[in-house]
């Protein structure tokens, strides 16, 4: 039901808009990483959706979208939001680290980010439609103690490169 409710939170530049089959692959697969954050009233305010994937150190949670609608942010949803997903990656799946993409030019997003502990792990040339880098994000979590998810950072990798 939510899901016919998410693109009034969905309306700005930085929010990826997905077909509803890939939000019902994330609701089956995964839907523990799935949460939404909802006013007193019922109005989505808010909504964050993930998956668990990688083999070895490289198991890890990863947020495929969040998004706030416009009047609730910067009142604490996303805080909640993401670590809820933070929690569920941690304890449930015994991951070693977060991780997210973002575009570069979304300094708000990245701003927030490093401040939940988050660093920018490496450079995907063209992530977004061909067009536009993604910088990959990532916070170690508590199993990965010697922090070798976030060693050597800096890379600057293509779409084809990435593994997990």
Known sequence: EDLFHFNGVNLDCWTETFNMS?????????????????AVDG??????????????????????????????RRTGV????????EDISEKLHDAYF??????????AAISFYKGLGYVVY??????YSGEEDAYDMRKPLPRDKERRSVKNAG??????????
């Open 22 to 38: 890939f939000y019902f692959n994330y609701l089956t697969r995964w839907p523990e990483f799935c949460a939404v954050a909802e």
């Open 43 to 72: 109005t989505i305010a808010g909504y964050i959706i993930g998956k668990v994937e990688g083999t070895n150190e490289d198991w890890h949670g990863h947020v495929s979208a969040i998004s706030v609608a416009p009047e609730f």
């Open 78 to 85: 996303a805080n909640k939001l993401m670590q809820h997903l």
């Open 98 to 107: 977060v991780d997210l993409f973002v575009r570069p030019t979304n300094t």
């Open 122 to 127: 490496r450079t995907v040339t063209g992530y």
């Open 155 to 164: 890379a600057r990798i293509s779409p084809d490169d990435l593994t997990f």
